[in-house]
């Protein structure tokens, strides 16, 4: 069974810091990997995603990401953030084992103050 | 740019009525999924759906779940008696056919469940 961790549930960071919101796995098998970003009152919005390939993914609005197998860990990056970033971000995986389907994190709440 | 859209945002329900909850995916898309997210709880898989029948379920969808794609642009979740336990947000999602790996799941906006 794959799982997710999301070590922290909410970063509070001021605007144009960077941010990093880290996210572990686990399965047994080759995995494709996600974050998803959800602004108030809005669905899940599709961020980056790793399939195979390079390890480092960029993505919409600034992000990227870091894939590392050794660690099992799919980092997401931003160097600056806006106030506009503020939201909560989910990492996701699915893996050839599981079908299609997703399984999330707990979700990480960024809060970025001017 | 094509969206996923639900109806309707918000629905509140007695304890064993049931509800339908309706989402219309985007056009060409061929894959169809159901998750949940219970307040302060993690986003759940609940269904896939593919080629008119569920090719995946969670253990959260019993008997009182189903799925409908009743045509060609509708894919309805209907809980036959709700529970308290219900209560959530649920997220319809739809993806593209893509070499036969549907990679990219592009969600709704999510109905708000209420059961009291």
């Known amino acids: 069974a794959q799982s997710v961790t999301q070590l922290d549930s909410q970063v509070p960071v001021f605007e144009e810091a960077p941010v990093e919101l880290r996210c572990n796995y686990s399965s047994s098998v080759s995995v494709y990997l996600f974050w998803y970003v959800q602004y108030p009152n809005q669905g899940l919005q599709l961020l980056l995603k790793y399939l195979s390939g390079s390890t480092l993914v960029k993505g919409i609005n600034g992000f990227e990401a870091e894939f590392n197998k050794s660690q099992t860990s799919f980092h997401l990056r931003k160097p600056s953030v806006h106030i506009s970033d503020t939201a909560e971000y989910f990492c996701a995986v699915s893996d050839q084992a599981a079908g299609n389907k997703l399984t999330f994190g707990g979700g990480t709440r960024v809060l970025v103050k001017p | 740019e094509p969206e996923v859209t639900q109806t309707p945002s918000h629905q509140v329900t007695q304890m064993g009525q049931e509800v339908i909850l309706r989402c219309v995916p985007i056009?060409?898309?061929?894959?169809f999924y159901w998750y949940r997210q219970i307040l302060g709880q993690k986003v759940e898989f609940l269904v896939s759906f593919y080629n008119n029948e569920i090719s995946e379920k969670s253990e959260i969808f019993d008997d009182q779940f189903s799925v409908e794609r009743p045509d060609g642009s509708n894919f309805t979740l209907k809980i036959r008696s709700t529970k308290l336990e219900d209560s959530a947000m649920y997220f319809c999602?739809?993806?593209?056919?893509?070499?036969?790996?549907?990679?990219?799941?592009?969600f709704g906006p999510g109905t708000r469940l209420t059961v009291t």
């Open positions: 999602a739809s993806s593209p056919p893509s070499g036969g790996r549907p990679y990219e799941q592009y």
């Open positions: 056009s060409n898309h061929l894959y």
